[in-house]
């Protein structure tokens, strides 16, 4: 098998949800749906019940991002989790500086607002001020990779597509992993996730492979963020495939309360 790294879940989010015996057999199917997604060969990191902007998907696989995650655990800035937030810095570019005036028309706010929203991301880090008053997002933000939300469901399929549908507001898309369904139910599920251009996966491999799309560059950016928040991310972890800690438990108490912490 590829390269795979599989996160565990976050200890803070106390206790696990119920779920049949016959959905979590089903998550033996994660790791090898995650190394043949596209760019596998790249490495996944496997993330089990990682609260997301919107949704809990049951794994989010993020494929080709291991130099990002080195880059942004080495930043040492806190997980920017607010959707606000997101928004002004997908304004920016890592090398073109740019001054609060395009930065207000490019987020669609007047100057005055976005003016301590600048300021505020900058002593937080998230992006940098020259000497001339523009501003570039700290390099160690911008995303790398491709996010994929995977679903497991034995039968009910559709509640599986709705909810991939949701997270491929922030991902880049979703995969179900099917249980054993009749051949009519199968055909039916692979051509409701065909016209997403979304993922099937089953015990007999893909039904269905995703292609990848990119969501928005704010919603993208803070789907990362949320990864990043999820993840102790050492480089000598990540390289040898030993089990990475969650970071949340030094993380600020506010960035906790967004991901759902107690």
Known sequence: MRDVTVIPPLSSLGGKRFEPQAELILHDLAEPAAATLPGGREGVLLIPEMPGPLGLPDFIALVGGHDWMHNRQAAGVQPILAEADCLVLSTLHSGQALSSTTVARRAGWS???????????????????????????????????????????????????????????????????????????????????????????????????????RPSASKRLRGFEYVYAAIASSTPALRSGEQIQPVNEGLDPAVRSDLGAG
């Open 111 to 213: 100057l005055s607002a976005i003016q301590p929203v600048l300021v505020r991301l900058e002593r937080a880090g998230a992006l940098q001020t020259t000497k001339r008053g523009t501003h570039r997002i700290n390099p160690a933000l911008v995303p790398i990779g491709t996010v994929f939300a995977l679903e497991a469901k034995v039968k009910d399929w559709q509640k599986a597509v709705l909810q991939g549908r949701a997270y491929r507001t922030w991902a880049n898309n979703y995969v179900v992993l099917l249980g054993e369904v009749g051949r009519v139910a199968e055909r039916r599920a692979a051509e409701r996730v065909a016209e997403d251009g979304a993922g099937l996966y089953s015990a007999s491999g893909w039904i269905v492979r995703p292609r990848t799309r």
